[in-house]
């Protein structure tokens, strides 16, 4: 069970890293181009919606694998 949780919590961090990352440089891209301030403030947007992903993802994922196995059962 341990080792199940930890495999959950190590994916859900991989997952919302991955996730946030490209979504907030996409969006900092977007407003700022690639200026000088780019790497600051993506990384700044970064640092916002990384914590909020990984917590939404860590309480999600279970629910959102259940609706999707019923949907496929």
């Known amino acids: 069970m341990k080792q199940k949780f ?3 919590c ?3 961090f991989i997952m919302s890293a991955t996730m ?3 979504v907030s440089a996409t969006v900092t891209a977007v407003n700022l181009g690639f200026s000088r301030a780019f790497v600051e403030e993506w990384l700044y947007s970064w640092g916002i919606a990384f914590p909020i ?3 939404l ?11 999707v196995e019923s949907i496929l059962h």
């Open 6 to 8: 930890l495999a959950h």
């Open 10 to 12: 190590l994916y859900c």
């Open 20 to 22: 946030t990352g490209c």
């Open 53 to 55: 992903g990984f917590a």
């Open 57 to 67: 993802l860590l309480l999600l994922s279970p629910v959102y694998r259940r609706v």
